[in-house]
């Protein structure tokens, strides 16, 4: 971690004064002293009482745009740290808050810079993740004490300036500063007392086929959500154009390891098959937007461009190729556990280890060509669900819709049309962290889907993630319908930035 020189920690100073957060006085004696490490600046400032772990936070947070979270005034359950291994947690600096709402939510120092070390933990609990900043000092010491609180069997730790008995409760600062004008009509949050005052705005429905415009009663009320159904027909997205063809069964390998690439190549045209070959993700889903689509894909799951779950969940999510085979093949993602994820998760038909026998290659590949797992979910019973719970939604009960749009997911979870209307009864119940995930789901199966990334933008500035609100926007800038729609994320990106 580089030193702050004098003019940087004058800087950061300057702001803070600005903020009401120090004191001229305190800033001249930091300054006075030998140039330190960020963190250590910050420490300084809370050891010297010229400034507080929560003003500190609150300015980390408008700075990295995620919400903050003071450890020092939070109280939290220590279920969730079982998700995440101690080594893991210590060696990447990163404590497990809650899993409210299937979501994981972490604490970090530095949300920008934990990427890749966000990706194992994705993949390793399958959950969504929430980043929260939380000072570097404070952070590593909160993350020993509740791994060493959970190894004595206590439930809940809590923070230095929290009482004893106190229930659990985390002290989250919002990323967005008070003094701007909240966009989307969204309500101002009153970070201190954590109350929302504001209008409640109609959700509005569109009709299904042979449907009224509205039914009976079709309005729910959100505080300050401005919520829409837009397109979500089933038409299939350009990037993956498959056909159905006679012949040869044709294979796909996709992988960036040239020796693999070769020797899957030759194995496999001895068999008789017709063999194609991508050497990244970005090639792989080139050659999938091709007639004639492949009958399986061998896929490796680290790819340049383009990561190989992301492909798989793709072909899955994709009406033309959904009966594609896919074998993902990974030397990083070990152990039964990895594979079950993959399958579930991602809709992978086999998974296979590196490095791997070809003879055992060869038998998977010829077992999942034989038996054709991969077929069309049953739409029937999908459509139906979907339908029940599109009208229950309209007609405003909200756990109804709920109830039938889950069922719709666990038959087809590649539906961008179900996850979004999920989200939809999700939102209408205050279930606000299962709908951003829902809306997410949504637009990874359609990036372009512009109602969900605005609705996915509102709820994200809902609950102080500015970031994530403002990346929602952009890409909801790039999918309007029309330059009014334009017009209007341009200003809320205006209002946010």
């Given at each position: 971690?580089?030193?702050?020189?004098?003019d940087?920690r004058a800087e950061?100073g300057?702001?803070?004064v600005?903020?009401g957060?120090?004191?001229?006085?305190?800033?001249?004696?930091?300054l006075?002293q030998?140039?330190?490490?960020e963190?250590r600046?910050f420490e300084?400032l809370?050891d010297?009482g010229d400034?507080?772990?929560g003003?500190?936070?609150a300015?980390?947070a408008?700075?990295?745009?995620?919400p903050?979270?003071?450890?020092?005034?939070?109280a939290f359950?220590?279920?969730?740290?079982?998700l995440?291994?101690?080594?893991?947690a210590e060696?990447?600096?990163?404590?497990?808050?809650?899993?409210e709402?299937?979501r994981?939510?972490?604490?970090?120092s530095a949300p920008?810079?934990?990427?890749e070390?966000?990706d194992?933990?994705?993949?390793?609990?399958g959950?969504?993740i929430?980043l929260y900043v939380?000072l570097p000092?404070?952070l590593e010491?909160s993350i020993?004490?509740a791994?060493?609180?959970?190894?004595?069997?206590?439930?809940?730790?809590?923070g230095?300036a929290?009482a004893?008995?106190?229930p659990?409760?985390?002290?989250?600062?919002?990323?967005t500063?008070?003094?701007e004008?909240p966009?989307?009509d969204?309500?101002?949050?009153?970070?201190?007392?954590?109350?929302?005052?504001?209008?409640?705005?109609e959700l509005?429905?569109?009709?299904?086929?042979?449907?009224?415009a509205?039914?009976?009663?079709?309005t729910?009320?959100?505080?300050g959500i401005?919520?829409?159904?837009g397109?979500t027909?089933e038409?299939e997205p350009e990037?993956?154009?498959?056909s159905?063809r006679?012949?040869p069964k044709?294979?796909?390998?996709v992988d960036?390891?040239?020796?693999i690439?070769?020797l899957c190549?030759?194995?496999l045209q001895?068999k008789?098959?017709l063999v194609?070959?991508?050497?990244d993700?970005a090639?792989?889903?080139?050659?999938?937007?091709?007639a004639?689509a492949?009958?399986?894909?061998?896929?490796?799951a680290?790819?340049?461009?383009v990561?190989g779950?992301e492909?798989c969940q793709?072909?899955?999510?994709?009406?033309?190729?959904?009966a594609v085979q896919v074998?993902?093949m990974s030397?990083?993602?070990?152990g039964?556990?990895?594979?079950q994820?993959v399958?579930?998760?991602y809709?992978?038909d086999?998974?296979?280890?590196k490095?791997f026998?070809l003879?055992d290659l060869?038998?998977?590949?010829?077992?999942?060509l034989a038996e054709?797992k991969?077929?069309?979910p049953?739409?029937?019973?999908?459509e139906?669900?979907?339908r029940?719970?599109v009208?229950?939604?309209g007609a405003?009960d909200?756990?109804?819709s709920?109830?039938a749009?889950?069922?719709?997911?666990?038959?087809?979870?590649f539906?961008?049309?179900?996850q979004?209307?999920l989200?939809?009864?999700l939102v209408?119940?205050?279930?606000?962290y299962?709908?951003?995930?829902?809306?997410e789901r949504?637009?990874?199966?359609?990036?372009?889907l512009f109602a969900a990334l605005?609705?996915?933008?509102a709820?994200?500035l809902e609950?102080?993630f500015?970031?994530?609100?403002?990346?929602?926007l952009e890409r909801?800038?790039?999918?309007?319908?029309?330059?009014k729609?334009r017009a209007?994320?341009r200003?809320q990106?205006?209002r946010?930035?």
């Amino acid at each position: 971690m580089s030193e702050l020189e004098t003019d940087t920690r004058a800087e950061v100073g300057k702001l803070l004064v600005e903020r009401g957060a120090l004191s001229e006085e305190a800033l001249a004696r930091a300054l006075a002293q030998p140039p330190v490490p960020e963190s250590r600046f910050f420490e300084q400032l809370i050891d010297s009482g010229d400034a507080s772990e929560g003003a500190l936070v609150a300015f980390l947070a408008e700075r990295s745009g995620f919400p903050g979270v003071d450890l020092s005034q939070s109280a939290f359950l220590l279920a969730p740290l079982d998700l995440i291994p101690r080594p893991v947690a210590e060696g990447d600096q990163i404590l497990p808050l809650s899993a409210e709402g299937g979501r994981l939510h972490l604490a970090v120092s530095a949300p920008s810079a934990a990427n890749e070390s966000l990706d194992e933990v994705r993949f390793i609990t399958g959950m969504e993740i929430s980043l929260y900043v939380a000072l570097p000092g404070p952070l590593e010491r909160s993350i020993l004490a509740a791994f060493d609180a959970r190894e004595r069997g206590e439930p809940v730790w809590r923070g230095p300036a929290v009482a004893p008995d106190a229930p659990a409760r985390l002290s989250i600062l919002s990323s967005t500063p008070p003094v701007e004008p909240p966009p989307f009509d969204l309500p101002a949050h009153d970070v201190a007392n954590d109350t929302i005052e504001s209008t409640p705005i109609e959700l509005v429905v569109e009709p299904l086929a042979g449907k009224p415009a509205r039914a009976p009663g079709a309005t729910l009320s959100r505080p300050g959500i401005e919520i829409e159904i837009g397109d979500t027909s089933e038409t299939e997205p350009e990037e993956l154009i498959g056909s159905v063809r006679t012949g040869p069964k044709r294979i796909l390998v996709v992988d960036d390891e040239p020796d693999i690439i070769r020797l899957c190549t030759r194995a496999l045209q001895i068999k008789g098959y017709l063999v194609e070959s991508a050497g990244d993700g970005a090639q792989a889903e080139a050659r999938l937007a091709k007639a004639p689509a492949p009958d399986l894909v061998l896929l490796d799951a680290m790819l340049p461009h383009v990561h190989g779950f992301e492909i798989c969940q793709r072909i899955k999510a994709n009406k033309s190729l959904r009966a594609v085979q896919v074998i993902m093949m990974s030397a990083v993602y070990r152990g039964w556990r990895f594979a079950q994820d993959v399958k579930e998760s991602y809709g992978a038909d086999d998974f296979v280890e590196k490095p791997f026998h070809l003879a055992d290659l060869l038998r998977r590949v010829d077992e999942r060509l034989a038996e054709g797992k991969s077929q069309p979910p049953p739409q029937q019973a999908t459509e139906k669900l979907y339908r029940a719970g599109v009208e229950a939604l309209g007609a405003g009960d909200a756990a109804a819709s709920r109830t039938a749009l889950e069922a719709a997911a666990r038959i087809d979870p590649f539906s961008p049309r179900v996850q979004f209307a999920l989200a939809q009864a999700l939102v209408a119940q205050g279930d606000v962290y299962r709908a951003i995930s829902a809306y997410e789901r949504a637009v990874e199966l359609r990036p372009k889907l512009f109602a969900a990334l605005k609705n996915l933008a509102a709820l994200y500035l809902e609950k102080g993630f500015r970031k994530k609100a403002s990346e929602a926007l952009e890409r909801a800038f790039a999918s309007a319908p029309d330059p009014k729609a334009r017009a209007e994320i341009r200003a809320q990106l205006d209002r946010l930035v």
